[in-house]
C-alpha cells in the first residue's frame, strides 16, 4: 500500500493484518515536510482500529533548538500544515508524535522509542550518521538548513531551484536581474548568510529548460542564521522590484493561496504586499512563539 498520492490515510483493510504499526521516518524540521501528517494520519488510523503505534525517532537534522516562524492558524490547516506549530519547530519525529497525541487529539496506543547520544543542539552532520536524503528534493543537510524559510518561494511565481543539484538553495526567474537582487537584500542585513549570484537552467518544474538568473544562498554561521526570516526578505525584496512580473500563485478553488498554506496563515503575505520591512514581519512571530516553546518543553524527550 502508499500512502502517498490518492490515499493518505491507512484504511481499516490496510491495517487489518497488522499486530504492531512502526513508524520510522526522517523529519528535516519544518512545519510543511508532509511526512508529519503522514505520521499523525496513520496514528489517528492506528487509534480508531486498535492498532499500537511505536515512533523509532530520529534527529532533527537542524538542531532541536531555535523554532522560527508564525505559528498555523487552524483555518489554514492542510497536508502542509495540520497542527499549529512554528514554520521551523524544534522538535523530533518522536516528540511531534507525542504531541500531536497529547494536544491535538490524535489519540493511539503510542510509544516512542528514544534516541541513544542525541541532543537538542546537535546537527546532522555532529551525528556521526550518514545523510540518506529522505526525498528527492532534500539532497543534503544544507538542503535542510534553508528549507524552513526558502520553501515558500512554493507559493510564487519564481524558481525555488527545483529541477537543480541545488533546490532551495538556488532560487530565480528569466527576470530577475541578480546584481539588484542581492544588493536589495544584503542591505537587510540577515544574520548568518551570503548571496551569491547565480544563472542556471531547472530540468524540471518552474521554468524547465529555461534560462533563470537570481541568486544561491551560502550558510556562512548557521547557529546565527534565521531560514524563514531569510525566506521572507526573499520575497520582500522580489516584490519590491518586480512589482509587475512576481507574483503569488493563484489561488485554488477553495479561495486558498499555497503562499499562506505554507506560511499557515495569510497575515506574512498580507504585510509583504501592505510593503511591511522583513524584520518587523519577524517581530510579530515572538509572542506566539515562546508560548509555542513552553509547549514544547512538555513533550520533550532530549
Request: glycine share 8%; aromatic share 12%; with cysteine.
Amino acid at each position: 500500500y502508499s500512502l502517498y498520492g490518492k490515499n493518505r490515510s491507512p484504511s481499516k483493510e490496510m491495517l487489518g493484518d497488522i499486530d504492531l504499526m512502526i513508524i520510522d521516518l526522517q523529519d528535516v524540521g519544518a512545519r510543511f515536510y508532509t511526512f508529519l501528517y503522514t505520521a499523525a494520519l496513520v496514528m489517528k488510523a492506528c487509534g480508531e482500529y486498535g492498532v499500537p503505534v511505536w515512533v523509532l525517532d530520529r534527529p532533527n537534522p537542524i538542531t532541536g533548538t531555535n523554532p522560527e516562524g508564525p505559528i498555523l492558524e487552524p483555518e489554514f490547516a492542510s497536508f502542509v500544515g495540520m497542527y499549529p506549530i512554528a514554520q521551523r519547530h524544534g522538535l523530533t519525529i518522536g516528540e511531534l508524535a507525542n504531541l500531536f497525541s497529547s494536544h491535538f487529539g490524535v489519540k493511539c496506543d503510542l510509544k516512542i522509542i528514544r534516541m541513544h547520544g542525541w541532543s537538542r543542539q546537535l546537527w546532522f552532520d555532529e551525528t556521526g550518521l550518514p545523510w540518506v536524503l529522505p526525498s528527492p528534493n532534500m539532497p543534503t543537510l544544507d538542503t535542510a538548513v534553508v528549507y524552513p524559510g526558502m520553501c515558500i518561494l512554493e507559493g510564487t511565481n519564481v524558481s525555488e531551484g527545483r529541477g537543480t543539484t541545488k533546490p532551495f538553495e538556488l532560487f530565480g526567474a528569466p527576470w530577475i536581474e541578480p546584481a539588484d537582487l542581492k544588493n536589495l537584500l544584503v542591505s537587510y542585513k540577515l544574520p548568518g548568510v551570503a548571496f551569491r549570484e547565480a544563472y542556471f537552467i531547472p530540468t524540471a518544474s518552474k521554468f524547465a529548460g529555461s534560462h533563470c538568473a537570481g541568486l544561491q544562498l551560502h550558510v556562512m554561521e548557521r547557529r546565527d542564521f534565521r531560514p524563514v526570516l531569510t525566506g521572507v526578505a526573499v520575497v520582500a525584496a522580489l516584490l519590491k522590484l518586480y512589482p509587475d512580473k512576481f507574483s503569488f500563485r493563484s489561488p485554488n478553488a477553495e479561495g486558498e493561496y499555497h503562499f499562506d498554506l505554507l506560511c499557515g496563515t495569510s497575515s506574512v503575505r498580507e504585510a509583504l504586499q501592505e510593503g511591511v520591512s522583513p524584520w518587523d514581519i519577524a517581530s510579530t512571530w515572538d509572542g506566539k512563539l515562546a508560548e509555542y516553546t513552553m509547549l514544547c518543553k512538555e513533550v520533550y524527550l532530549y
